[in-house]
């Protein structure tokens, strides 16, 4: 079964720190670029981050930058988010997606003191 679970989420208070992962199963990994989206209670889907297939690409969101890093292991069949230096905004539901495939389910993330 083609799948993907994230994992990772909670709450944490601004200023904190979090790592998301996402377990891709049923597909082979490696041939895909990854990418993380977020969506926020009444807003749009955005991308956040994106990693190419062996890893020697990452661009990321404006509102991202020098904050998140994507990274990813073809041997584990894993990406992770490493979010730093957390928001309120970043607050949002975070989705991981193998392009033109499939998407995780999603994990919450919430930054509140």
């Known amino acids: 079964q083609v799948q993907l679970v994230e994992s990772g989420g909670g709450l944490v208070q601004p200023g904190g720190s979090l790592r998301l992962s996402c377990a891709a199963s049923?597909?082979?990994?490696?041939?895909?670029?990854m990418r993380w989206y977020r969506q926020a209670p009444g807003k749009e889907r955005e991308l956040v981050a994106h990693?190419?297939?062996?890893?020697?690409?990452?661009r990321y969101a404006d509102s991202a930058k020098d904050r998140f890093t994507i990274s990813r292991d073809n041997a584990k069949r894993l990406v992770y988010l490493q979010m730093n230096s957390l928001k309120a905004e970043d607050t949002a539901v975070y989705y991981c997606y193998a392009i033109g495939l499939v998407w995780g389910q999603g994990t919450q993330v919430t930054v509140s003191s």
């Open positions: 990693i190419s297939t062996l890893g020697g690409t990452t």
């Open positions: 049923g597909f082979t990994f490696s041939s895909y670029g």
